[in-house]
């Protein structure tokens, strides 16, 4: 009984978010990977890759608190209470999600809530799958006289309705990420179809840097036929703008509307 009371005396409690990446494990930060080796319990989502869990000593409880994103078997509130219960019990907790924990991904509320009980947080970001994703598919943000600069914008807000943002975003001519926007595609088309871009090049990146990844290339009027044709579903990012015509399967479309016009003539 002596030796458990002074056990729980020695408990510092502390949280480290961690942004997991975009899926490879090997996207991981250094810093992310020494946070996991000092935890007593990972919290971890549905989008992380279970190799990951490996950094953690084997000893450390791994919890699984996230499904897709149509499923609330774990709300905020309950993953809330997870957080700060194991940091009270048992220290060091890492909570381990995909991407980066500013993105989209309530690190905020995850940091107010611990420090509402006085526990030390910390925040290791990660490579957002809205920067990392197309990067790998050779698609950047900005370039030369295509784009000057970009918008990562979600498809639905909370009330489970499009952003307000996405159509100002559709008004500008910079590169546009849609994230969690894949099931709301024609909706989404069609904002950009009324500012008469009909023929911006589009990109959908299904399992972004997975060995599961799916890319689809084309433009915003042949979009949701590709995406259905090609059976993409979440999760999946799309990317506006014209910085897509740089990815290589754009060229067959360059090609295709080239003969086009020049059959018209």
């Known amino acids: 009984m002596i030796l458990n009371q002074i056990e729980k005396q020695t408990i510092?409690?502390?949280?480290?978010?961690?942004g997991a990446g975009p899926g490879d494990p090997d996207l991981l930060t250094l810093k992310g990977v020494k946070a996991l080796k000092t935890a007593a319990v990972v919290l971890y989502d549905a989008l992380v890759n279970e190799a990951l869990l490996n950094f953690a000593p084997a000893d450390a409880i791994k919890t699984y608190v996230g499904k897709r994103s149509d499923d609330?078997?774990?709300?905020?509130?309950?993953?809330?209470?997870?957080?700060?219960?194991?940091?009270?019990?048992?220290?060091?907790?890492?909570r381990l999600k995909s991407g980066d924990r500013f993105v989209f991904a309530r690190g905020y509320e995850e940091i107010d809530i611990a420090e509402s009980y006085s526990i030390p947080t910390e925040m290791i970001p990660g490579i957002s799958s809205a920067l990392g994703v197309p990067g790998?598919?050779?698609?950047?943000?900005v370039y030369s006289k295509l784009s000057e600069s970009f918008w990562v914008v979600t498809g639905t807000n909370a009330a489970g309705e499009i952003s307000p943002d996405l159509y100002v975003?559709?008004?500008?001519?910079?590169?546009?990420?849609?994230?969690?926007?894949?099931?709301?595609?024609?909706?989404?088309?069609?904002?950009?179809?009324?500012?008469?871009?009909?023929?911006?090049?589009?990109?959908?990146?299904?399992?972004?840097?997975?060995?599961?990844?799916?890319?689809?290339?084309?433009?915003?009027?042949?979009?949701?036929?590709?995406?259905?044709?090609?059976?993409?579903?979440?999760?999946?990012?799309?990317?506006?703008?014209?910085?897509v015509s740089l990815h290589p399967q754009f060229n067959a479309i360059h090609q295709f509307y080239s003969i086009l016009q020049q059959e018209e003539y």
């Not at 709300?75 to 957080?83: D, I």
């Not at 790998?136 to 943000?141: F, H, V």
């Not at 975003?169 to 849609?178: D, E, F, L």
């Not at 084309?218 to 590709?226: D, N, P, R």
């Open 136 to 141: 790998l598919q050779k698609i950047p943000m």
């Open 12 to 18: 510092e409690p502390r949280i480290t978010l961690v």
């Open 72 to 94: 609330e078997t774990f709300s905020q509130e309950v993953v809330n209470k997870l957080m700060i219960d194991y940091a009270l019990n048992y220290g060091h907790v890492v």
């Open 169 to 243: 975003a559709a008004k500008s001519n910079a590169t546009i990420v849609v994230l969690m926007g894949i099931e709301k595609i024609a909706a989404i088309a069609s904002i950009f179809k009324a500012e008469g871009k009909t023929d911006l090049p589009v990109a959908v990146i299904e399992n972004g840097s997975s060995t599961q990844e799916n890319v689809v290339v084309g433009i915003v009027e042949t979009i949701e036929e590709l995406i259905i044709e090609k059976k993409i579903t979440s999760p999946a990012l799309l990317v506006f703008g014209h910085v």
